[in-house]
T-cell receptor, first 111, second 112 residues
Framework: KAGVTQTPRYLIKTRGQQVTLSCSPI?????VSWYQQTPGQGLQFLFE???????NKGNFPGRFSGRQFSNSRSEMNVSTLELGDSALYLC??????????FGPGTRLTVT | SQQGEEDPQALSIQEGENATMNCSYK?????LQWYRQNSGRGLVHLIL?????REKHSGRLRVTLDTSKKSSSLLITASRAADTASYFC????????????FGTGTRLQVTL
């Protein structure tokens, strides 16, 4: 099976812009979670989607949003980018509600 | 916010030696998992231990869990250069593994 894929892998944006990141889970996985990783805050949970519904949400401002499509692919959007949004954004999919399979991440740099 | 701390923050050993990393967490959990991350890439699941288990083995990995102390340890035996990576513990309080809370991580360097 193909692994979790994330596009794009690298992205450079300017403050104030918005960005959309995409994640394609492993075939058959219905749960998709998003995490932000920064040197200062480490790995933090953003949100999780299951069958097109947001099931869990982390403590991030409303500028961070996401959605999931009927084929389980997910997107996350960050509006009005700030310098502090520079991070590695990781997507993970799960089948058995125990193990998460992570994608390679999208490295976002905000200038 | 992160669930807890891992120590040491960094560990440097020689190939063939054992590496032990510790993780402490704050709230009650359903299970605890360990992940490896190579150089800012995605995480790879290593092992899961449920809250009613005390010890688990997988190949060269041994994980222990002490829920009374809210702590876990990961032992990698006979380390190899390929084990060089960051290791994270992650706790799951929901039982769905969809909202993991990660520790701060231990950077392991294995030299030849």
């Amino acid at each position: 099976k193909a692994g979790v894929t994330q596009t794009p892998r690298y992205l450079i944006k300017t403050r104030g812009q918005q960005v959309t990141l995409s994640c394609s889970p492993i075939s058959g996985h219905r749960s998709v979670s998003w995490y932000q990783q920064t040197p200062g805050q480490g790995l933090q949970f953003l949100f999780e989607y299951f069958s097109e519904t947001q099931r869990n949400k982390g403590n991030f401002p409303g500028r961070f949003s996401g959605r999931q499509f009927s084929n389980s692919r997910s997107e996350m959007n960050v509006s009005t980018l700030e310098l502090g949004d520079s991070a590695l954004y990781l997507c993970a999919s799960s089948f058995n509600l125990y193990e998460q399979y992570f994608g390679p991440g999208t490295r976002l740099t905000v200038t | 916010s992160q669930q807890g701390e891992e120590d040491p923050q960094a560990l440097s050993i020689q190939e063939g030696e054992n590496a032990t990393m510790n993780c402490s967490y704050k709230t009650s959990i359903n299970n605890l998992q360990w992940y490896r991350q190579n150089s800012g890439r995605g995480l790879v699941h290593l092992i899961l231990i449920r809250s009613n288990e005390r010890e688990k083995h997988s190949g060269r990995l041994r994980v222990t869990l002490d829920t009374s102390k809210k702590s876990s340890s990961l032992l990698i035996t006979a380390s190899r250069a390929a084990d060089t990576a960051s290791y994270f513990c992650a706790t799951d309080s929901t039982g769905t593994a969809s909202k993991l809370t990660f520790g701060t991580g231990t950077r392991l360097q294995v030299t030849l």
